[in-house]
């Protein structure tokens, strides 16, 4: 019995053939707005509160998840610490750390989580198709995206979960972003499933996935699809996505 188990186990993948690899905050979770609050308070408390010395421009949450959604915050922050003649005097991995600290205690302590328009019945329907392996891959530390994915209850519907932060198994190496192809590539090595697509709310950070030979869907929300010219479709969210879409997306050779 234990034989034909496995035997059937591995049958059942051969007989999959795509990838769907999910972005985790804004396009299953409403959580991307947290990102950035969390990161504007940081700033503050260390005296920063515009994007420059010269500008009024104030940092925002808006701001901070419509140019850095996706990076991690070691890369991206030490920028504005910069602009502001900051950058030497603190250890941007510490800031990091208090951010990500932040970010856990927020969900924790009071901060709803709650699925993205349709992501729920749209998951479901992925996860009992024959055809589709799928995966998450966030710019939230493996901590928050357990915590987001388990508070949810859709954590058992992904084959693989994977942050950033996670070391590349392979040179064993910290991944730098979510426009790093390697981070995708990996993923269809392992399951030798070349074809594969990225659901993603981040203009840049969809290029990891292009560059590894993926295809890129955008949730665009309230931005135009011109932000999102690498795309091969646009969608306000996910209540206009099928399982025959994804599929007749996965089936072109452009």
């Known amino acids: 019995m234990m034989k034909v188990g496995v035997f059937s186990f591995i049958?059942?993948?051969?007989?999959?053939?795509?990838?769907?690899?999910?972005?985790?905050?804004?396009?299953?979770?409403?959580?991307?707005?947290?990102?950035?609050?969390?990161?504007?308070?940081?700033?503050?408390?260390?005296?920063?509160?515009?994007i420059s010395p010269e500008s009024n421009e104030p940092i925002t949450?808006?701001?901070?998840?419509?140019?850095f959604a996706g990076v991690q915050p070691k890369e991206w922050m030490r920028r504005v610490f910069d602009a502001h003649n900051k950058g030497d005097q603190f250890d941007m991995h510490r800031i990091e750390n208090e951010k990500n600290t932040l970010l856990y205690d927020k969900y924790k302590a009071w901060a709803p989580i709650v699925f993205m328009p349709w992501a729920r019945a749209f998951i479901e329907q992925l996860y009992r198709s024959w055809e589709y392996i799928m995966a998450v891959v966030t710019a939230s530390n493996r901590e928050c995206m357990l915590f987001v994915l388990q508070t949810l209850w859709v954590d058992h519907m992904f084959n693989e979960l994977v942050s950033i932060?996670?070391?590349?198994?392979?040179?064993?190496?910290?991944?730098?972003?979510?426009?790093?192809?390697?981070?995708?590539?990996?993923?269809?090595?392992?399951?030798?499933?070349?074809?594969?697509?990225?659901?993603?709310?981040?203009?840049?950070?969809?290029?990891?996935?292009?560059?590894?030979?993926?295809?890129?869907?955008?949730?665009?929300?309230?931005?135009?699809?011109?932000?999102?010219?690498?795309?091969?479709?646009?969608?306000?969210?996910?209540?206009t996505l099928s399982v025959e879409g994804i599929e007749s997306i996965l089936v072109l050779d452009i």
């Open 11 to 50: 049958a059942m993948y051969k007989m999959k053939k795509y990838w769907v690899v999910f972005d985790m905050d804004g396009v299953i979770s409403d959580t991307q707005k947290y990102h950035g609050q969390v990161e504007a308070e940081i700033f503050a408390q260390y005296g920063i509160r515009t």
């Open 165 to 239: 932060y996670d070391i590349d198994p392979q040179t064993w190496n910290s991944y730098t972003s979510k426009w790093d192809p390697v981070v995708y590539e990996r993923l269809v090595e392992k399951y030798t499933i070349s074809k594969f697509v990225m659901i993603e709310d981040g203009a840049t950070w969809m290029n990891g996935a292009v560059k590894a030979w993926g295809k890129a869907i955008a949730i665009i929300g309230d931005n135009n699809a011109d932000k999102f010219p690498q795309a091969i479709s646009h969608h306000v969210d996910l209540t």
């Open 61 to 67: 949450p808006q701001w901070i998840g419509d140019n």
